[in-house]
């Protein structure tokens, strides 16, 4: 660990590799978008599909789930259009699950970099994000489209909650996975553990069904129920049905379907993630010292 | 000591009581750690001190070698001036922009092209999009692969690649270079170049250190020489000297 030496170094001369937070990638710009385009060519490298790819996964999840759990379970009968109450839920999570699966692996899997090279190591989870944000706003503008089709007539509070909602996801999801990539680097169970959250994250959020069944069965005021409505994940997916399917929701269905004061629980959840960005950002700095020699 | 630059030059570089240990952790996953802290068994590190305070000055415009033998700390010292390492003690100082030919290629990625490659090393290596540009020319001629740029570099044999890696790096301009062992790149003639390439360098007055097992090139290409025995400095003068001291001539 480095000591603040008390003789000082000459006049204009630099430690290297020293590590500094997130901010400071601003002036790494060119590379990040090289390194986004690299993810992207490498990741569809000889397949006929190409980006492609990223509309089938969540057109397949999507008739997956409205088939099995809105036709055959019947969820979609309290909730209609079901199709945009489970699309805009899917996306969310679909976005929160590639940041953070992705992050997480980030740092091991630009091992060779990491030990030659030194590069301010938050670049390799930041890519992630944009490489996310590629995929994702594709199946944004089929949301929007099927929203639209489905009598949907947005309003300033769908749009800042469309809005609220995404950065809500990114910021939650970036900040995890600096701390997990970065953990990743010494204990490579993180990876299984963060897949093991990742297949429960679809289902302990109101993806599939509304957020009244969890209270029904856990009761309003069970701590439950209050875990479950402070997960950051749950509040981005409820301001995403807030901005789609809300508005285009019947007035009588409406009604309770969502979490209570969203708005509100959605700027405290960023303020909240906002604070864990930050300590996920000062463990990663921390712990990036010791990549080179940990990989 | 044999080199004397004038005390006016700047500094370079500045090691000062630089201490590098690794611990050699044997466990590696969440489990085995659990199943240690269970037993009460501490966590079995070795530990291995690869540089025991190092105190350097190289100044700008010096051409040092780093010599030793295997395991004497020389790429270690060289990782940490880089700051791909971090030092445990001490410290470094660093005057203007580095650039590190630790191991040419490391980001070159086989399903990329090659003209893709060069943008996206020299980006890796510090150059902004206007320098690879401007330089983009250059960096191809030198490597001599000028038909295959657009083909991807798995395809490449492995002296084209190491002659497109080697040619992004010598072209990223800093003022201190770092070298460690790429002088055996490709074919004789390709050397030859490379060897050029240093000196000019050399001459454009930028800082260069250099470590290489091929003794009498580096005793010729560079103006001073340090010795590294265990992680400790044993000697620091003209490089033929230090050459025959560690032929056990002199």
Redesign the interface.
């Known amino acids: 660990?480095?000591?603040v030496?008390p003789?000082p170094?000459?006049e204009?001369?630099?430690?290297?590799?020293?590590a500094r937070g997130l901010l400071t990638l601003v002036s790494h710009r060119?590379?990040l978008t090289?390194?986004v385009?690299?993810e992207l060519?490498?990741r569809y490298?000889a397949s006929v599909l190409g980006l492609a790819w990223s509309y089938v996964k969540p057109g397949a999840q999507f008739a997956v789930f409205f088939f099995v759990m809105g036709q055959f379970l019947q969820l979609s009968r309290s909730i209609p259009p079901y199709a945009i109450f489970l699309f805009s839920g899917i996306v969310v999570v679909n976005l929160f699950s590639e940041i953070l699966g992705n992050a997480t692996r980030s740092v091991v899997g630009n091992a060779?970099?990491v030990?030659?090279?030194?590069?301010p190591r938050q670049l390799f989870p930041l890519s992630t994000v944009l490489v996310a944000l590629v995929h994702f706003l594709p199946q944004l503008v089929i949301l929007v489209i099927g929203a639209l089709v489905s009598g949907w007539r947005p309003d300033p509070a769908a749009l800042g909650a469309a809005l609220l909602g995404a950065v809500l996801v990114i910021v939650f999801a970036l900040a995890l996975g600096l701390l997990f990539g970065a953990v990743n680097v010494?204990?490579?169970?993180?990876e299984n553990t963060v897949d093991l959250i990742l297949m429960v994250a679809v289902w302990f959020s109101p993806v599939l069904y509304n957020i009244g069944l969890v209270r029904d069965h856990f009761g309003a005021d069970s701590w439950l129920t209050r875990l479950y409505e402070a997960n950051p994940l749950t509040i981005a997916v409820e301001l995403f049905h807030r901005a789609f399917w809300y508005p285009a929701a019947e007035p009588g269905v409406r009604d309770g379907a969502l979490i209570d004061h969203v708005m509100w629980r959605g700027v405290i959840a960023l303020v909240v993630c906002m604070g864990l960005l930050w300590v996920g950002d000062r463990v990663f700095t921390r712990l990036s010292?010791?990549f080179?020699?940990e990989l | 000591m044999a080199t004397d630059p004038s005390i006016e030059t700047p500094e370079a570089i500045v090691v000062d009581g630089l201490v590098k240990r690794f611990r050699f952790r044997h466990v590696h996953s969440l489990k085995e750690t659990v199943a240690r802290w269970v037993r009460r068994a501490t966590v079995e590190t070795d530990e291995f001190t690869a540089l025991k305070d190092v105190n350097l000055t190289i100044r700008q415009g010096e051409t040092v070698a780093l010599l030793g033998f295997n395991g004497s700390g020389k790429s270690t010292l060289l990782k940490c001036i880089s700051g791909v390492l971090t030092p445990d003690e001490g410290q470094i100082g660093v005057r203007g922009r580095i650039a590190g030919l630790i191991e040419v290629g490391a980001g070159f990625h086989p399903d990329l092209t090659g003209r893709e490659n060069v943008y996206l090393n020299g980006a890796i290596l510090g150059m902004s999009e206007a320098e690879i540009e401007a330089r983009f020319e250059q960096i191809v001629a030198f490597s001599e692969i000028e038909e295959f740029i657009d083909q991807e570099v798995k395809f490449y044999s492995s002296g084209m690649f190491l002659r497109l890696a080697f040619s992004v790096a010598v072209h990223t301009d800093p003022d201190v270079f770092l070298v460690d062992e790429i002088l055996a790149v490709g074919d004789e003639p390709f050397q030859r170049k490379c060897l050029d390439r240093i000196r000019e360098l050399r001459a454009s007055g930028k800082t260069l250190v250099i470590v290489s097992h091929d003794l009498n090139m580096v005793a010729d290409l560079c103006d001073r020489g340090i010795l590294l025995e265990h992680g400790v400095v044993v000697m620091d003068d003209e490089p033929h000297a230090v050459v025959r001291r560690m032929r056990g001539e002199g």
């Open positions: 660990m480095t000591e030496s003789r170094l000459p204009g001369m630099e430690r290297p590799g020293v060119y590379l090289l390194l385009r690299k060519r490498v490298q060779p970099l030990r030659k090279i030194f590069l010494a204990f490579r169970d993180t010292r010791n080179a020699q």
